[in-house]
């Protein structure tokens, strides 16, 4: 039954990624009752160029001489400024129309001949280069009025490039860590594969990370050839769904690894109780969910309806996932911690040195959670533009220490306190 639950979820994530459209954007805005809202974020060099066009637009309750509508290019220092700027604006009640900043800001508002098609071109000069929010703005008037409209934006540095400015090293960035990745996934090989004798008994959760490790080569080989296309032509193609069936795959089998190491199946014990089976099967349901629901966000234009709760909805989750792959760690040390007291010898010490192992691993663990959810959260959102890359070069550095200190702690070895 389970099986066939989860064969389900992955049939549905391939027909899924396969309507992904990539870097050039396509929204559809359909009877929107909201008076602001930001469509899409990007970070222009000098000669920058972002090409709008709209088409069918349409107002409720039309009335020509009340209507005051269109689209702003507002500049920001990060993208957490850029938010909080939006909020302050809806919050007061005021017209950005008329808080804009004349040598910064680039405003597109529709006059009465606009309203059923408009196209606007845009190219950014020297000290204009910076991160530009593209918003749609109606001020006028304040009685109740659905929107709806098509909009095509093609966005681009010069290149052209269709990466954003902190976008720009992704692609080298990505394929540095997979040559990273790769040697260690090859090291941890070589380890499994030496004589009884010298590398000791090796265990099934030892194959599982091996296989976390190829899943994490080949996204990460996937992810640097996605974000090269994506700067070539603006789009991923195949490479996107690749890529987010492989990623799916990976962060199933990591949170189930560390579960696992952590409850010491195959290491201290061959079987789970029950506690642990349904700790496993609740964060494995969890993390399913969340990666398609990731992945629907993640084709979707910020500019839709309910974006900005969805993804701080599905952040939430994925930390109460983190959270909750501890709890086989805290039950492990306690088992441990029990077993040091009440043994004698021989069997109190190598208690102690198992339960201090544990310890070090459930810190470990919560470190590197705090690192993969939290800071780069938060770096994502305040770095400027020019350093959006700083958020994955600190997942990824913080992921490749974890694995190798992991695969160091419980590898295979004659003299393992496992």
Known sequence: MRGGIFGTFFVFLVLLVSLAFGMKHDLVVDEDTRPLFKIETFGFEVGGIIDLKVAHFKVSNFKASQERAGFVLRKASSESNAQSDLESIIESDQCIFEMLSE???FSFELTQDDWKSWEQRVEIDDGQQGMYSLVFARCAPEL???????????IYNPGPNYLSAGDRPLPGLYFCFFVAFLCISAVWLYLLRLPVAQRGQVHAVHYLMLLTLVLKVSCLFCESVRYHMISEVGA?????????????LKGILLFTVIMLVGSGWS???????????????IVLT?????????????ETAPGSQGW????????????????????PIIWSIKKLRDASMTGSGIKAAKAIERLQLFRTFYVVVVVYI?????????????????????????????????????????????????
Request: charged share 20%; hydrophobic share 50%.
């Open 286 to 298: 969890l993390q399913v969910f969340d990666h398609i629901a990731l992945i629907i966000l993640e």
């Open 236 to 248: 991923p193609g195949f490479w996107s769904m690749l890529f987010y069936v492989l990623s799916t």
């Open 144 to 154: 109740h009025r659905k929107v709806s409209f098509e909009l095509i934006g093609d």
């Open 103 to 105: 040598d910064e800001d």
């Open 370 to 418: 705090y690192c993969t959810r939290i800071i780069v959260f938060l770096v994502a959102a305040t770095v400027p533009f020019q350093l959006e890359w700083l958020s994955t070069f600190i997942t990824e550095a913080s992921t490749l220490a974890f694995y190798v200190f992991t695969g160091y702690k419980f590898r295979p070895s004659p003299d393992s306190v496992l």
């Open 267 to 281: 290491l201290l014990k061959s079987t789970l109780n029950d506690k642990e089976k349904r700790i496993i099967l």
């Open 308 to 327: 900005l709760t969805w993804r701080d909805l599905l952040h939430l989750v994925d930390i109460i996932c983190c959270c909750a792959i501890l709890f």
